[in-house]
């Protein structure tokens, strides 16, 4: 199932919020740049096609002790 693009201004004001805060969580990106119910998971979708351009990484998050941790995501150097 392919997701809906996100219009380029939210992809650009994530982008720029990642660039500014390094290593964010989806949460905190959401928090920056969008407002509204669905803010977490429009800013999910944008950051999926800003690693799909290869801006933007994911680092999936890690708890010693099992279950799910938020993943972190940073900038590439494109």
Do not use: C, K, N, Y
């Amino acid at each position: 199932m392919q997701m809906p693009q996100q219009p380029p201004v939210l992809r650009d004001r994530v982008l720029a919020a990642l660039r500014q805060q390094p290593r964010a969580t989806v949460q905190q990106l959401a928090d920056q740049t969008t407002a509204g119910e669905s803010a977490i998971r429009q800013t999910r979708r944008a950051l999926v096609e800003l690693e799909r351009a290869g801006l933007a990484a994911r680092q999936p998050g890690h708890r010693p002790q099992g279950g799910r941790a938020p993943d972190f995501w940073q900038p590439t150097g494109t």
